[in-house]
């Protein structure tokens, strides 16, 4: 199985701030015959469903702020919050759809300073 | 507007079933693969099982394998996953969510969820 590590596991960051989250996959999630990255993001807020934050790893999702964005290749990415609102607050989680069996993050919990 | 609604949870004793289903409405079901995702209040997200658009082919984390079975109704707009052979570690809150065609992995629609407890 491909093991997700995120880093840092939380991060406190000012309001206005940059936030980012590091992901690392254990072996490479990009996919040759379309030279995508079979990575994806989300946004999970407390006593909330997961959101869809970025899917082939920079690929934002309809409505997403672009305040946030995605990248990286092959084994490390990067989830980067450019001004941090206070709506950002939530947990955030890299999944990787290269092989089954799909693989989470452990999550990275983002929070306001 | 898309939409997943799960039932089925509850309260059930170790090596019980239990089976959950997932009302799919706004979209076209049969154009999507589904998929069932849990989660430990508290912890992290944990893939369980897929399902292709015609329920052909399937695929389960190693951990649920031969004790769960993930199937679909197209007719009925419904994803349904049987569970069996229940144990302590499969107490979690589960989602389904939809595949976000045609990535064949990420999922862009997911459901509120429904708890499973399984305890004596």
């Known amino acids: 199985d491909i093991v997700m590590t995120q880093s840092p596991d939380s991060l406190a960051v000012s309001l206005g701030e940059r936030a980012t989250i590091n992901c690392k996959s254990s072996q490479t999630v990009l996919y040759s015959p379309n030279n995508k990255n079979c990575l994806a993001w989300y946004q999970q807020k407390p006593g909330q469903p997961p959101k869809l934050l970025f899917y082939?790893?920079?690929s934002r999702e309809s409505g997403v702020p672009d305040r946030f964005s995605g990248s990286g290749s092959g084994t490390d990415f990067t989830l980067t919050i450019s001004t941090l609102q206070a709506e950002d607050v939530a947990v955030y989680y890299c999944q990787q759809y290269y092989s089954m069996p799909w693989t989470f993050g452990q999550g990275t919990k983002v929070e306001i300073k | 507007e898309v939409q997943l609604v799960e039932s089925g949870g509850g309260l059930v004793q170790p090596g019980g079933s239990l089976r959950l289903s997932c009302a799919a409405s706004g979209f076209i079901f049969n154009d999507y693969w589904m998929h069932w995702v849990r989660q430990v209040p508290g912890k992290g997200l944990v893939w369980v099982s897929r399902i292709d658009t015609d329920g052909s082919g399937t695929t389960y984390a190693d951990s649920v394998k031969g004790r769960f079975t993930v199937s679909r109704d197209n007719a009925k707009n419904t994803l349904y996953l049987q569970m069996n052979s229940l144990r302590a570690e499969d107490t979690a809150l589960y989602y389904c969510?939809?595949?976000?065609?045609?990535?064949?992995?990420?999922?862009?629609?997911w459901g509120r969820g429904t708890t499973v407890t399984v305890s004596s």
């Open positions: 969510a939809r595949d976000r065609s045609p990535t064949m992995g990420s999922m862009d629609v």
């Open positions: 082939w790893a920079s």
